[in-house]
């Protein structure tokens, strides 16, 4: 079955400093991949997704290209802000729509200025 | 955007009563709402889809007579943890689908962290 697998957190950054969070998925298919993002007390939001492999998702500031070799999907941020602290979920979807959405366990991020 | 309302945030209850979460779609209609449960340092998962005026759809190893899930109207859905037990705390969360000509997205909820003592 599917499976997203990313690291664990909590991740600790000085501000301005370079973000990587990982993700590796087994799937199959050729699913959609997503990151959602979710900020203290709200739901889970969309922050970047792609739909095939070698696409580059971006949305503020944040990036992940699809890597169907590797089957990786890794979150980057060149330089995170304060705002930014929050918890991160790498997710998948098969073709055909949000029926099956697999979640990872989710990243924490805490950015200290 | 869509926002996706769900209450309560945090509840705790005794062991043997039954809870309800509601979750609402703000501004669109949602046929089809689904309800996760996360337990501490793992993954989100997906307990049973809910769709609008017929039985939910639950995934193997949920059950059905425990989460009893109601999608009575457009925009709200309700799952009712039923005679809960404390192996039932959980982090619960709902989302809802939004179809339109532009695509297909799916909206939150913020949670409902659930104690049971």
């Known amino acids: 079955g599917n499976s997203v697998t990313q690291m664990e957190g909590p991740v600790t950054l000085s501000e301005e400093a370079f973000l990587t969070i990982n993700c590796t998925y087994t799937?199959?298919?050729?699913?959609?991949l997503f990151w959602y993002v979710q900020y203290p007390g709200e739901g889970l939001q969309l922050l970047l997704k792609?739909?095939?492999?070698?696409d580059k998702g971006s949305n503020k500031g944040f990036e992940a290209t699809y890597r169907k070799e590797t089957t990786s999907f890794h979150l980057e941020k060149g330089s995170v802000q304060v705002s930014d602290s929050a918890v991160y979920f790498c997710a998948l979807a098969n073709s055909g729509g949000y029926q099956k959405v697999t979640f990872g366990t989710g990243t924490k991020l805490q950015v200290i200025p | 955007g869509a926002v996706v309302s769900q209450h309560p945030s945090r509840v705790i209850c005794k062991s043997g009563t039954s809870v309800k979460i509601e979750c609402r779609s703000l501004d669109f209609q949602a046929t089809t709402m689904f309800w996760y449960r996360q337990f501490p340092k793992q993954s989100l998962m997906l307990m049973a889809t809910?769709?609008?005026?017929?039985?939910?759809?639950?995934e193997q190893g949920v059950e059905k007579d425990k989460f009893l899930i109601n999608h009575a109207s457009l925009t709200l859905s309700t799952l009712t943890v039923t005679s809960a037990h404390p192996e039932d705390s959980s982090f619960y969360i709902c989302s809802a689908r939004e179809r339109s000509g532009l695509g297909e997205k799916l909206f939150f909820g913020s949670g409902t962290q659930l104690s049971v003592l």
């Open positions: 799937a199959t298919g050729y699913p959609s």
């Open positions: 809910s769709n609008e005026g017929s039985k939910a759809t639950y």
């Open positions: 792609a739909t095939k492999a070698d």
